[in-house]
């Protein structure tokens, strides 16, 4: 099972933008030292008591140039957000940088707020998305090449350099809707999946849906799925849960603020969905959180449970959020992490 750290770079209380980069950064440092995986970097807009990450791909760069084994993964890169040839030239310049190590998450976001600050329909996310995906794959394969859009339009335009992975950086999709499994099972692409606004249990149904369409579609394997999930750990299961306690519920409450305003301003079918989300995310208890959608313990217990979540819905990975909320201090976010490297990750080799 491939181990990974979920960062969204928190601001610091009293402190500078400056300190919230240089505090994260020292994380992944110590991340590549302890062994993880990969590092993944959130994209996160308009939301300064939140988060200093806005620019992956600059921080991406960043991180490639201070570290020599750990993989880079974005989760996930907006795209309708951005120009195309933009997007394609940033993640080949990170894979050269890091000679490979760059995994591309990509999805839409269900933040709208975001689309109304960059001037664009929400209700155009979906065919944005698939046309700049389209363009990038053919920015990176093809030496020249033209394209006549409803969102793009350019002429015999070449984009340098080209990714060190060939044809390019593995691509993983982010899946939130029932409709999106299948549709990215259809893509062949791998998932990703959260928890942050329902149980385990729920997932269950949509990842069988999304591996049903990836075999119906003749594409090799059985789809790959990795978790996204609040979780943290400490040397004992009362410590760890009391310690995680106030910066998870903290942040479960942004997420139902967060759902009722994008529910607001997306309206139709849409947000009613939404509501519902957001409604049970405020009736939500910490108990009910521990048992259904978050990973809070000592070692044995925290593999013990993440065997239990495998079982159910079938994982090749996990990005951890280790300081979901942002509010736990550094020194208890570094421990949890060494934790995780070196007591939780051996057992599943």
Request: glycine letters at 8%.
């Amino acid at each position: 099972m491939e181990f990974g750290s979920f960062m969204e770079f928190p601001p610091l209380a009293g402190g500078s933008e400056s300190a919230a980069f240089d505090q994260a950064l020292d994380e992944v440092a110590e991340a590549e030292r302890v062994g993880l995986d990969a590092v993944w970097l959130a994209e996160l807009h308009g939301a300064p008591e939140r988060s200093v990450m806005s620019a992956p791909s600059m921080v991406a760069a960043a991180i490639a140039a201070r570290t020599s084994r750990i993989r880079i993964g974005i989760a996930v890169q907006v795209l309708p957000l951005s120009h195309p040839l933009r997007l394609a030239e940033e993640a080949a310049t990170i894979d050269q940088i890091s000679h490979g190590r760059l995994i591309y998450g990509i999805g839409r976001s269900g933040v709208v707020r975001t689309y109304e600050d960059y001037g664009i329909d929400y209700g155009e996310s979906r065919e944005r998305f698939a046309e700049t995906l389209d363009i990038m794959r053919r920015a990176w394969t093809e030496e020249r090449f033209s394209h006549a859009g409803k969102y793009f339009r350019f002429s015999d335009a070449a984009v340098t350099p080209k990714p060190y992975q060939k044809p390019y950086p593995e691509l993983r999709m982010a899946a939130a809707s029932a409709e999106t499994f299948p549709q990215i099972g259809r893509l062949g692409l791998p998932i990703f999946v959260a928890v942050r606004q329902g149980p385990f249990s729920q997932l269950a149904d949509s990842i069988k849906a999304y591996r049903r369409a990836y075999q119906e579609a003749g594409h090799p394997g059985h789809g790959r799925v990795f978790l996204r999930v609040p979780a943290y750990l400490a040397e004992t299961r009362a410590g760890a849960r009391a310690e995680a306690k106030d910066s998870i519920m903290s942040f479960f409450a942004y997420q139902a603020e967060l759902g009722r305003d994008s529910a607001r301003r997306a309206g139709g079918e849409l947000a009613l969905q939404r509501l519902k989300r957001v409604e049970r995310l405020e009736a939500l208890t910490y108990d009910e959180a521990l048992a259904t959608q978050i990973i809070v313990d000592e070692p044995h217990g925290f593999a013990a449970r993440l065997r239990e979540v495998d079982a159910e819905i079938g994982l090749d990975g996990v990005l951890a959020e280790l300081n979901c909320g942002g509010k736990i201090p550094q020194p208890q976010v570094l421990r949890a992490l060494r934790l995780l490297c070196e007591a939780v990750k051996p057992q599943f080799s």
